[in-house]
């Protein structure tokens, strides 16, 4: 076989119900120079033999003793042949442009290390449930505090690996951070690529063993930015803010589980770090909280209601919001699932979702905007179209016209600015418009009257100067 352009590598541990998905997302790339190494962990399932059934020269599978996904991950790295190193979980999958993308894009860019693309979120049953779009440039702010991307999302050179180390083998989770955190420390550039080519399997209901463990993980892997001399003061200033995430995060978990004592106890660290999520009546909390129980489409009222029950008594207070957080995590739920089409079962979450009192308020609404924005860059610009004519004929029958008026008057006002920042200003005036129109309170919205006013100008400059142009030469005189 011919040296490869990228080494995909996949650590899989117990996932035969999904790898056989993740295999053939790799098989279908446009793009075919390309190595598959399966490491398998020490699987107990049938994984070797749903690996077998694939008959591919450029499929290598090799089995260790279980070892932990870090030390899977650098066992494919110590085999693999190409320049381009790629990652894909074996409960995720690959858009079959993925590799072929990627590996452009860093042909064409060599001052970038890592290139990654934005991704679609799926649950257990593969049914798409969240767009995450991700930023255009990671830096080492944005490292420490969160992921930003997943192994599966990006493409790194293989120099750089070399550069600063494998995966670290001492971490069970946050390896990847750990990584990242060296390579953006050494210089790297990491940019996002503005196209869904991702699919990350999401199980926010799974159990996670020994949470402290886990825990101690997460907050070594900051330190990896914070003690290094090289880290900015501004980014050390961020040491609270991170450590909050990171003990919001386990706190919400450990409730999840029924480890009462583990749950409050984090849930006071992460104040303690960050007393300002309790601000605005909580607002920080409760919208983490309701994201976190809402993205995989699984029962949040269920997980919400473990949330709550587990908090400290000193803020027991805060279950006053409650139905709120349900009722409005209802709403959301209605949405995605007609903007995926599932059209029954959206039409019975927004049903509940206004029985339980929510209100289609201005942080739904952008909300569901963002992710009718991201749907369009995933699916396309007809596809949208339809997702947000189903979505404002529901919401129409169920909350009456304004709701719906207001949700497609930010659709449009919102794809207006994304073309204006583009420079599609012939674009720009009819959406501008038809905001105007579906929404009257654009009219008075003075950047929405500056990008049509601007872009309007543009186009009739342009049509002015192509006409004179014509008419200069029409009065030049043909050659001799």
């Known amino acids: 076989m011919n040296q490869p352009r990228v080494s995909v590598i996949m650590p899989t541990y117990n996932c035969a119900r999904y790898i056989a998905e993740a295999i053939e997302s790799v098989l279908g790339q446009t793009m075919p120079s390309w190595e598959l190494i399966i490491v398998d962990d020490g699987s107990a399932d049938t994984t070797a033999e749903v690996v077998a059934r694939f008959d591919d020269p450029r499929i290598r599978y090799v089995r260790q003793a279980k070892a932990g996904a870090s030390r899977a991950r650098n066992t494919g790295l110590a085999l693999a042949g190409a320049a381009y190193l790629a990652f894909i979980d074996a409960d995720d999958a690959y858009h079959p442009e993925k590799l072929a993308v990627q590996a452009g894009y860093l042909d064409q860019h060599a001052d970038v290390g890592l290139a990654y693309v934005s991704r679609i979120e799926i649950d257990q049953h593969g049914n798409r449930v ?144 960050g007393p300002s999520i309790l601000d605005d009546n909580a607002e920080v909390v409760l919208q983490e909280v309701s994201h976190v129980a809402t993205r995989d489409g699984g029962d949040h009222e269920a997980r919400l209601g473990l949330f709550f029950r587990h908090l400290p008594p000193e803020f027991e207070w805060l279950g006053r919001h409650r139905d709120w957080v349900v009722a409005r995590g209802y709403l959301l739920r209605g949405a995605r699932d007609i903007m995926w089409g599932r059209c029954d079962a959206g039409r019975a979450h927004l049903e509940l979702a206004l029985r339980r009192g929510a209100r289609v308020d201005e942080r739904v609404l952008q909300t569901v905007v963002d992710q009718l924005l991201n749907y369009e860059l995933a699916v396309g610009t007809t596809a949208a179209e339809i997702a947000v004519l189903s979505l404002c004929r529901e919401l129409r029958h169920a909350a009456g016209g304004g709701p719906a008026r207001r949700l497609q008057g930010r659709v449009l006002v919102n794809r207006a600015f994304a073309q204006y920042r583009r420079g599609e200003y012939a674009k720009v005036v009819p959406n501008a418009a038809a905001a105007m129109v579906t929404d009257p309170s654009y009219v008075t919205n003075r950047g929405a009257v500056s990008i049509l006013v601007r872009s309007l100008a543009k186009v009739l400059g342009r049509q002015f100067h192509r006409r004179d142009t014509s008419a200069a030469l029409a009065d030049k005189p043909p050659c001799p």
């Open 130 to 273: 969240n767009l995450a779009r991700l930023p255009d440039e990671t830096t080492l702010p944005t490292v420490v505090l969160g992921i930003p991307f997943a192994p599966t999302d990006c493409m790194v050179r293989r120099g750089w690996i070399e550069r600063v180390g494998n995966f670290s083998e001492a971490f069970v989770v946050n390896e990847d951070r750990h990584l990242y955190i060296r390579l953006v420390l050494d210089g790297c550039r990491c940019v996002g690529i503005e196209r869904f080519l991702a699919y990350r399997r999401l199980d926010t209901a799974r159990r996670v063993d020994d949470l402290p463990a886990r825990l101690d993980d997460m907050l070594r892997s900051l330190d990896a930015a914070f003690q290094d001399p090289r880290c900015p003061g501004e980014v050390r200033a961020l040491t609270d803010a991170a450590h909050r995430n990171i003990f919001l995060a386990c706190a919400y978990q450990a409730a999840m589980q029924n480890e009462a004592s583990l749950a409050q106890a984090w849930f006071r660290d992460a104040v303690r770090l």
